[in-house]
């Protein structure tokens, strides 16, 4: 069982009262299939997952696995602060039907090393689901370490690792480490280095951007399999420009705000969302900003 | 509606199962009241609230106000990543008949000062309880600054700060900005610097320390309130001493590990709870740990 | 060979031209001397030092050593990246006679504690001066770690330590641990919490705030050493009055640029030296923000 | 005047008594010619010039021009804490004859974008050479943003940019923000990365590793320049094994003399440099650690 190829973190609709709007999860998810996409990451740093409690995360899960409905692997956050809690989420993931569970090393409270693999070894064994680890430090402010995505790996606790750590030459050892390993695959989140990332060996990439723009990664993922790395590269840097789209808040509100509003904004004005609504207590994109992030999205094409 | 004194931020006792002890909790309840304090902070960082879920803090708050009964105020902490679980926390807690709530800024995702204001104002409007609010950036990794503090005691939302970011300076600054506020009180958690804390303006203390010796920070408070500066510094030279038992398996096992397990190695020593068990996945100290933890206890004439 | 009270780190003044001004030095010098010092830190952080080369910082001592001329102790910093270059800083400041130098942990390079320990022996054997230890993590991103403090003051290569680090607790665990050494003095550098640090046992205090308002720390000190801690409070809180000056620029202008530009603002407001010039790349504060700490200066009564 | 290509950062060559081996430099300097690199830089953090004085800086970079002797391109750090310093750094440099200076960022100090950017546009015009900014945040605690290196490009300050920031998201926007920039250069210093970021832009590389096997980098280059990516890719990764030498000493001493200590013990195991003596206060690598790193040399290939 391993995955591959470009697999969003979808974002997560809300209506203008705050409540989440499936409708607009379903043509997120369609508009996602449409373009391509090889899998689907729910509930996320990019999904808000930590605003949202285990009622919340449940509906979008089962909405989301019903409306994929098997046409997609479905991976489900279950990103909470330590282990109880972590293989709670990832139990009910499961009695849902996702594919496979991602989660964090445990934040707030400190935890070692040795810790963080007991943690993983915890949930693999009591919720008996396929666990990602999701290496975040920015937002756990703890990196797993190369040694032990290797143990956890080799031993068989974790499928795969999705990379949003930043530090590609870390990742890159990890790649070269389990490159003998069956199954194993490495995602890197770094959206703006897909190209290097996949020549370096990842498996796939969990692009946030890929909300905005899924069919601009899925030729990105498709011109270096058939090794035009001109092309990917090409792709890429057009990419690259669209990000610019997460800049233009950063400043005025909290930096989740900016990312998580850029998103959303962007995929309201693409017309597969309904608004673009920010879970509490994050601030609302306004009219200004929207405004900078139309032009960008029409410099790109997009519009 | 104001508090002032010892406040410790109990420990939440474990069987060797994991499962909660609330024959233990009992007890840890009665040594503080018998130990003179004027109140019991519930699922701080201290009692390991992250690593509990709903159901487990339910019972540990249900628990600790029947225990209490009235006879001191209580605190509950409602730690968690965003406005809406920590409002349903909070909702939760004063069903179960708390006195107040303490909230952490979100943590996880990064929000900015504004949106932090916000945070809290929505706990404060939709759980309808008093809130204090709970600073510990070591955890959270954002600082409640001093204008955001200020603003929202001025404007009602919290009625007192417990701080135990370190910086003293700021909290003094705080202590000082609010000097001619109704009500509003200011809490350290800096266990070790509690006497001039105290000179300096605030109202109380949370020391994780006085799980371990209550009667000790009680001496200290009473020494400070009828003037005796220098038997309130001996009492918290000595509570130095005792604090060392916080170094003792640092390095072996992760900061959070260290610190939970010893206060609880500390308080099994003592007698007072059954075992040094913390939650998944810390862990335990070991047999030459408890040796000298028990060391460090009978030299500050614990045991 | 013991040191105690309070020790202002001077600013150094300078020209429009960005020149030494040493017309200047010798006002500040002498306005520190009139409201009663205890002594005099030349060439620390409030000082520039890292602003200017060895020749700068020759005539800054030789001239502050001639004007002082004996009347108070001097101190030199000596801060550079490493060793050698310390050493030789040492060495010019031995033979230019002051009292004792002041040394920060090696930066830029990461070393480890027992490298800073060796760092400090070869300054110590090397130049043949007394040696302050200076622990300022803000600056330096390292921390000196109490037993590296301690084992350095036991073993005679530092005489004292300036602490800069605001984390209070391990400094005053710093102080117990060598409450028996003869000799050893701790001065704290945080200027809001003077009076608690030497109700916790500090010998004196090296506040950058003292080069504006040295009769203030020296009122401070004598409320204290006459046992008036009431009286020691209220300086305080007026002191800390007076440090909203180091806020008006932040966020304008660089750190550093907002607390060298307050200070030598408000000593330029005062009438001691010439001008606000800050040293190159820093920014000078404008005349709005000039007007603000004018205004901060008549609210506690300096101008 | 643009740049390209391999330029290794070199180490700086010691004697058993901590004076400089020179005649050691030479044979490194040999070393690195005869493996076909594009330019040499002396004195960058590889060369351990923060531990160095200016007279020991002098001798270094007088006998690495005379020995070069126009042979290749010479770039010179000047790291030091501010302006004035860098700038006397640079004159020197300038006088003494090498191509281009390589300047950090101000450390020690916190000093904001519109001062970093006056910082470089004084020691350009001052010292009148051509200058390279020097982007390592690991050392100097603040980055160099992408908006300042651009504005400093495209008004002439800087003439290129050595990022050993490990942000490669970054490196690539400034990479794309500059491409049609005439003679702007970009040279990383991530030296596990550098077949992707040749294939983003890059314009070359300064490797640490480079001093270990300037051969190996050399061949990634020219397999990149002919487009054979799977090569680059090859040698690439087994660079990766090399650089597990880096890790031999962490943990035992501290991370400056970890990484120094390995270049310089697997040099002289390499028979280029005599010793393997670093930099006070910094400690050696031991007889274990060279039996370790002589292990992957053979690895790899090199002895």
């Known amino acids: 069982m391993s995955y591959s190829g470009v697999v969003p973190p979808l974002a997560t609709p809300l ?3 705050g409540d989440l709007d499936l409708d607009s999860l379903t043509r997120l998810i369609e508009f996602m299939i449409d373009a391509g996409v090889h899998g689907l990451f729910l ?7 930590v605003f949202h409690d285990s009622a ?3 509906r ?12 997609l692997p479905v991976f489900a956050g279950v990103i909470d602060t330590a282990t109880d809690r972590v293989t709670d989420h990832a139990r009910a993931a499961k009695a849902i039907g996702v594919d496979a569970v991602v989660a964090t090393a445990p934040f707030y409270a400190q935890t070692d090393q040795a810790e963080i693999r007991d943690h993983y070894r915890y949930i693999r064994e ?8 999701y290496d975040i430090p920015f937002c756990t402010h703890v990196k797993l370490r190369r040694d032990t995505i290797v143990e956890l790996a080799q031993e068989g606790t974790i499928i795969g690792l999705k990379d949003s750590s930043g530090e590609d030459r870390e990742f890159r050892q990890v790649l070269l480490d389990l490159a003998g390993h069956p199954d194993f695959f490495g995602f890197t989140g770094a959206e703006l280095v897909v190209d290097s990332a996949l020549a370096m060996g990842a498996h796939g990439v969990v692009p946030g951007l890929g909300n905005v723009d899924p069919a601009g990664y ?5 011109a270096f399999k058939r090794g035009d790395l001109a092309e990917a590269r090409r792709e890429q840097e057009r990419l690259c420009i669209l990000s610019e789209i997460n800049g233009v808040a950063i400043g005025r509100v909290g930096l989740s705000s900016a990312l998580s509003g850029a998103t959303k904004t962007a995929l309201r004005e693409r017309g597969i969302i309904a608004t673009n609504m920010v879970a509490r207590p994050q601030q609302v994109l306004n009219d200004n900003e929207a405004a900078q992030i139309r ?8 519009i």
Chains 1, 2, 3, 4 share one sequence.
């Open 60 to 71: 979008v899960l089962e909405h989301a696995v019903k409306t994929i409905n098997g046409r």
């Open 43 to 49: 509930l996320g740093t990019s999904g808000e997952a």
């Open 295 to 302: 032009k960008i999205l029409a410099d790109v094409g997009l």
């Open 56 to 58: 919340s995360r449940t």
């Open 15 to 17: 209506k203008e009262s």
């Open 218 to 222: 899925v030729r990105l993922w498709n």
């Open 126 to 133: 009591k919720a008996d689901i396929p666990v990602v680890a």
